[in-house]
């Protein structure tokens, strides 16, 4: 009886904090069709920041930006190469400097709503690239962050 | 989904308040170590899955270190506690009951 009487004032409770907060959550949400979801399902590994920062710090991935090359150009993670997903038939110099090192690489989009990444990161498995991670969080959380920024 | 997570934020809350509360205690308890099993549990799955993600415990920030097993021992430790919070507290109640 009483654990009846907390799980109930606990749902209360929730609701009762959920309605106050001014950034309110959705009560229902599809999650599914989340690229984090989809990747993972895919079986490519996803990444926060914290751990993209970090690989970052010690050198030891390979960076690519799969935005646009005007979004690129604008301003990207430092030192990263540019392999925009919607041209990626055309990138031959950069999908040959990526296919030819044995560094693991990290690809990154916009932000978690993008999967130009996502769809990149398939493509190169599927040219036997395949120690790549997927750093979902995406370029405005990076630089919202003040990580290392070029423009 | 999102109704679940409410949900269970606002049991954690109520187990708190219940711990100062005589005769909500031992449910208290009993809640928080299923909590934890649940929790822990969570946990492992992702971990064997290869997710890498914060698990927004103790913080949203997007610098939150990524989930880990230290994660899982940590909360064995706290469900070592609250097994020896439920036996110490069923002791106390035993030699009342003898007396009687």
Redesign the interface.
Known sequence: M??L???V??????????LLRPSR?????D?GNYV?ARA?EEGI???????A?SFYEADSHLFIDARPLEEYDKAHVSETISLPFETLDEQYEALDQILSTDAPVIVYCKNRECDDALLLALELRDMVKTNLLYYV?GFE?WEE?ECPVQN | ???A???????????VA?LFVP??R???L??ILGLLVLFSLGIGINLA??????CGCFSSS?????IGWFGVLKNVGLMIFTVAALFFRQEKEEPAAVIS
């Open positions: 009483q654990v009487v907390i799980l004032v606990g749902g209360l409770l929730g609701g009762l904090v959920n959550i959705p009560w229902v949400q999650w984090e993972q590994e996803v990444i926060p920041l914290s751990m920062l969080d959380l962050s | 989904m999102n109704i997570a409410l949900w269970l934020a606002g049991v954690e809350l109520a187990c219940g005769w909500l031992a449910a208290s009993w809640i899955r290869g997710s890498h993600m914060a997007p610098m939150a270190h990524p």
